[in-house]
């Protein structure tokens, strides 16, 4: 039990407590078809008929919030769609200008959800949108992560306090014994926007600026980092999600007390659907209007996430599929680099049949032991033929890849354990030539002011074996701690 993941948690009380409901309802219908049977027979064949009707109208009533309350904290499924405009946005001086344009025309809805909500003046500029777009009658919902934002959550809280956001914080910390759960090793590590349902942000750029690193201070350089802006069909998913993580930190905050005034309420299944509008913060006739396609674009695209329910693996296998399948580039950028078994044997394959292998890893460092884990790396994939360059002008934190000339993805997920079993990531996956080129000319900047890692090869040495050991042992260890068996 101590490893179950609070959102599975979450899915299945909800699920759980409201087939409770449904029970309760009918045992009252089979209560009072008993009674009747008391007076005669000819009221008790109506009498049972009436109450076999409400019972099965009530059991139909009940599935549905359960099927309702389950699409509000699970996410969809990967697919790909078309009719896509997709923009690649560098950094968040490109980034924050189109968000705060996208919630200042927002007239019905607002999601954000983030790993860092920071309290700088780059930072002040969404947050001072967001509080706009509640004044003006605008559903805006919020989620940080506990961990994350733990440094200017007080801020963040006493911003927002009485301005109609809705916040919420996904596994906070507030309490000395929430570091001791397993669970809380699990974090909110998306970055999404989405407005209206028609505009959606996703990436690895938090809501920060690019050149403040809470860990170094204020740098002169900003980070490189991308997100992707999208208009579209795509952005339906993206809205969902958003939706999700925010109604999960929301009934995990209070599922207790809310589950047991539904469940003891007079009219508990009138409560359920009361509690899906309150979580979908709009109408369901308004969204459904505010959501309608713009005219077909070929862009096509889909959104993948990794999920602790049931898509535990679906950005590693995006990745995998893709690489498997290369031809004649792969260029993967990542500042947190220790993939698994299964990703590096088809990143050696991929060498070994002709493929060019490019990885863009950190050059300047801000977490040791992170850097440590990739150059644990670099002999077994130099070895092969993988080329490794280290961006060196200022810190790296863009999670982008490049495979042939049509295969594309941004998002937020790293390759390491953190991200592809443990955390929860949003990359979108882009089948697109034209946004794949952009994308390649982005990386060839990157690539000429890296340098490539060279020289002798420490594999067979002593100091080589004691160094992938060790991170072996650790990354392993944390997995463990964190409730993950079998093999990585």
């Known amino acids: 039990m101590a490893a179950a993941s609070a959102d599975s948690l979450v899915h299945d009380v909800i699920v759980g407590a409201t087939s409770g409901v449904t029970d309760s309802l009918a045992d009252d219908g089979r209560t009072s078809a008993t009674t009747s049977a008391t007076t005669s027979a000819t009221t008790l064949a109506t009498t049972s008929a009436t109450t076999s009707a409400t019972t099965s109208a009530t059991a139909r009533a009940a599935d549905k919030g359960r099927r309702a309350l389950r699409q509000w904290v699970g996410v969809p499924a990967p697919s790909f769609v078309g009719g896509n405009q997709l923009k690649l946005l560098e950094g968040g001086n490109a980034l924050f200008p189109r968000m705060r344009q996208a919630i200042d025309a927002s007239t019905q809805e607002v999601w954000l959800a983030t790993y860092i909500f920071h309290s700088d003046p780059a930072a002040l500029v969404i947050a001072d949108a967001l509080r706009r777009a509640a004044a003006r009658g605008v559903a805006v919902h919020v989620v940080v992560d506990g961990f994350g934002s733990i440094a200017s959550l007080g801020f963040v809280r006493r911003f927002f306090a009485g301005s109609g956001v809705k916040l919420e914080v996904f596994r906070p910390l507030d309490r000395w014994y929430s570091w001791l759960q397993p669970g809380q090793l699990r974090r909110l590590h998306q970055k ?10 996703v990436g690895g750029i938090n809501i920060i600026d690019d050149r403040h690193d809470m860990n170094h201070g204020w740098t002169d350089q900003p980070r490189l980092d991308f997100a992707i802006e999208i208009s579209g069909p795509l952005a339906e998913p993206v ?10 930190a929301h009934l995990w905050r209070g599922w207790r007390e809310e589950l047991w005034a539904i469940a003891r309420s007079k009219k508990p ?6 509690k899906v509008r309150e979580l979908r913060g709009v109408p369901e006739q308004q969204h459904a209007e505010s959501s309608s396609a713009p005219p077909t674009l070929p862009m096509r695209a889909a959104f993948v996430v990794r999920d602790n329910v049931r898509q535990r693996r679906a950005i590693e296998h995006s990745y995998v599929q893709a690489i498997r399948t290369a031809k004649t580039r792969i260029d993967i950028a990542v500042p947190y680099f220790y993939p ?8 050696r394959q991929a060498a070994r049949r002709g493929v060019r292998v490019r990885l863009l890893l950190q050059g300047k460092v801000d977490y040791r032991f992170a850097a440590l884990a990739a150059r644990a790396l670099y002999d077994e994939l130099r070895g092969v033929g993988v080329q490794i360059f280290e961006y060196t002008p200022a810190f790296l934190h863009a999670k982008v890849a490049l495979i042939d000339d049509d295969w594309a993805t941004v998002g937020s997920s790293n390759i390491d354990p953190l991200s592809l079993l443990l955390n929860l990531e949003a ?15 982005r990386f060839d900047t990157a690539f000429a002011v890296s340098a490539e890692v060279a020289g002798e090869f420490t594999r067979a040495g002593l100091r080589g074996w004691s160094r992938r050991a060790l991170v072996a042992w650790a990354a392993n260890l944390y997995l463990r701690v964190a409730g993950i068996t079998g093999r990585y």
């Open 269 to 274: 299944l009138v409560q359920v659907i009361d």
């Open 192 to 201: 999404l926007c989405v407005c209206d349902g028609l505009v959606a942000f």
């Open 239 to 248: 809205g969902a999600t958003a939706r999700a993580m925010w109604a999960r």
């Open 427 to 441: 990359n979108v996956v882009v089948l697109d030539a034209e946004f794949a080129r952009e994308l390649a000319t």
């Open 340 to 347: 698994g078994q299964r990703f590096r044997r088809a990143l």
